[in-house]
């Protein structure tokens, strides 16, 4: 029951460099979400994809681009890292927009 | 759009004492309500949900929460209190209706004193 896997769990970027996030879930969910945590905002929503297909822009887009690759996998790129890109990264995915999201164990990373 | 606010950044309680975190939230509409908890180094778990019906709600773990549409709230509640408690509290709202954002409050950190 691996539910929704995000790798890396770890990553230390140079400011510029650019870095692809992986997200997969095994529950068969329409929807996947990525948000950012940072301390004291809670979780802020960077894109989302309603179904295999579409995505669209959540809250806080800038810097970001993501790709529905299947139903199963939704990946985060960040084409030149920015140091205000540290964060704590978590993929979600649910099955429609008024069922509960189920969150990955999250990807820390700090860019130099 | 949506928004909560947690108005308790962090609470301290002593282990076996009763909890409540509180939640408001403003949407004209009836809202769908969640709570999660998150463990250092963890991805959020769901502790209950709200979509409609009876507003007092039962969830894993000991946890309940009551929807109060005319206090805007959705607070959770615990009766006693253990130590595997000690973690941070996210209410989030959703719009429903082909919306498929959620809205978190900044959360609360609850540490349990022996």
């Known amino acids: 029951n691996a539910g929704v896997t995000q790798t890396p769990k770890f990553q230390v970027l140079k400011t510029g460099q650019s870095m692809t996030l992986q997200c997969a879930q095994d529950?068969?969910?329409?929807?996947m979400y990525w948000y950012r945590q940072d301390p004291g905002m809670g979780l802020r929503l960077i894109y989302y994809?309603?179904?295999?297909?579409?995505?669209d822009k959540g809250e806080v887009p800038n810097g970001y681009n993501v790709s529905r690759l299947n139903k199963r996998e939704f990946s985060l790129r960040l084409e030149s890292a920015a140091p205000s890109q540290t964060s704590v990264y978590f993929c979600?995915?649910?099955?429609?927009?008024?069922?509960?999201?189920?969150f990955g164990d999250g990807t820390r990373l700090s860019i130099l | 759009a949506q928004s909560v606010t947690q108005p308790d950044i962090h609470i301290t309680v002593s282990e076996g004492a009763s909890l409540e975190l509180r939640c408001n939230y403003s949407y004209g509409a009836t809202p769908y309500l969640f709570w999660y908890v998150q463990s250092p180094g963890q991805g959020l778990q769901l502790l209950l949900k709200?979509?409609?019906?009876?507003?007092l709600v039962q969830g894993i773990k000991g946890f309940e929460a009551e929807f109060k549409r005319s206090q805007s709230s959705f607070n959770l509640r615990k009766p006693s209190v253990h130590w595997s408690d000690a973690a941070e509290y996210f209410c989030a709202v959703g719009a429903g209706s082909n919306d498929y954002k959620l809205s978190f409050g900044a959360g609360t950190t609850v540490t349990v004193r022996a």
């Open positions: 529950m068969n969910h329409n929807s």
């Open positions: 979600a995915s649910s099955d429609g927009e008024d069922q509960p999201q189920h």
């Open positions: 709200y979509f409609s019906g009876d507003t």
């Open positions: 994809s309603a179904s295999e297909g579409t995505t």
